[in-house]
């Protein structure tokens, strides 16, 4: 029976270890291929998923440029004859297999799967090991070899090694599928003008949608946001609606931050949880509302009147929209022209938004209060 001697088991800790760091399947299949010759050198190593009713396999060859798509069309041609796919899916024997454990070689050579496309690639041996997949597939690690044999201890490290493969093989479908949501998701919010940016507890980023990522540099410039770090301001603002407000420990309410840079506005919103927290950002006009006015001195329909000299409306318009007469109108302007220092119709909408939004004077990019 094979042994393994300390130097085997030493290499076999540190690739399972490795192998758990993998991340997505595109990951997981790409570098698996580069860990394993570490403890079973080959010539050849691929990763395969095979159909076996379809009769079609697609993967991956280390040494890169090994392939060419006319060596996959041999092989999906003459794929059936393989003595390790015909085994495991007519059994799903899950031990690590050679192609001599049913083939002499005399018998391999006869084959047309070895003269038309093993005989090319100078591949003599082979050591598969599977994982698990659905009916009538097949997924394979496959090692290859001019020469010699893998030998007993070859396949004793394989076998020790499938377990965390599978393991590996499923936490990278788990991910997989969490990219697959996410991006559904961020795909939405974009859709909607909206930027994600996920920041663990030391807001530090995490993950920034494209979206976020180019609304924050039309604020900031790119060069604020390299290694991928908030800029200082918005970490200062981030820690204000952390504190906690003086009344018996309440929390403060957290009010969205609204950045400005020319006509450009942001909205920014906090949403937290003890470990993680995720900022919102809007590319939104303000609204604006009758209350934004009443409180510097309007009465209510004269701030119904400058909504809708902000929406271009001539006097004639309001009056029908408002059911009132047009000298009514025209005195009513003439009150909020007054009322707001201005001498026209454009001076007090370019006066109104800014109230609206708390701007109370021109900035070329700066921080603004916003409503909730």
């Not at 009056?319 to 007090?348: D, F, P, Q, W």
Request: net charge positive.
């Amino acid at each position: 029976m094979a042994r393994l001697s300390h130097r085997d088991l030493d290499t076999l800790l540190a690739l399972v270890g490795d192998i758990y760091q993998r991340r997505n399947l595109a990951a997981f299949r790409r570098d698996v291929l580069l860990i394993l010759p570490s403890l079973v050198p080959s010539e050849i190593t691929s990763y395969n998923e095979v159909d076996v009713t379809a009769g079609h396999d697609t993967g991956l060859i280390k040494p890169d440029g090994i392939f060419t798509s006319r060596h996959w069309q041999i092989f999906n041609t003459y794929l059936r004859q393989h003595p390790l796919i015909d085994h495991y899916s007519k059994t799903h024997d899950a031990r690590a297999l050679k192609i001599s454990d049913f083939l002499s070689a005399r018998q391999f050579h006869s084959l047309p799967l070895y003269n038309e496309f093993y005989r090319l690639l100078g591949i003599e041996h082979q050591l598969a090991v599977t994982l698990p997949a659905r009916r009538s597939r097949v997924i394979g690690v496959a090692l290859n070899r001019t020469r010699p044999d893998f030998t007993d201890r070859d396949r004793l490290c394989l076998n020790l090694l499938r377990p965390h493969l599978i393991q590996a093989y499923r936490n990278a479908e788990a991910v997989t599928e969490l990219e697959r949501k996410l991006a559904a998701v961020t795909g939405g919010m974009e859709a909607l003008g909206c930027g994600l940016v996920l920041l663990n507890a030391r807001n530090g980023v995490e993950l920034m949608t494209g979206l976020a990522q180019r609304q924050l540099s039309a604020i900031f410039g790119t060069r604020a946001l390299r290694k991928r770090h908030l800029p200082n301001m918005l970490k200062q603002w981030l820690r204000e609606q952390e504190r906690l407000s003086p009344l018996a420990g309440v929390p403060a309410p957290r009010k969205p931050l609204l950045l400005r840079c020319g006509e450009m506005r942001l909205r920014l919103r906090l949403v937290s949880s003890s470990s993680q927290k995720l900022l919102i950002l809007e590319n939104k006009e303000e609204a604006v509302c009758p209350a934004d006015f009443e409180a510097i001195g309007l009465t209510r329909r004269e701030a119904e009147v400058l909504i809708w000299i902000c929406q271009g409306k001539g006097n004639p318009e309001i009056a029908v929209i408002l059911g009132l007469s047009v000298r009514t109108i025209e005195k009513h302007v003439e009150r909020i022209l007054e009322k707001l220092g201005v001498e026209t119709r454009t001076a007090a909408a370019v006066l109104a938004r800014q109230f609206a939004t708390g701007i109370h004077s021109p900035l070329k990019a700066g921080v603004l209060p916003a409503r909730p």
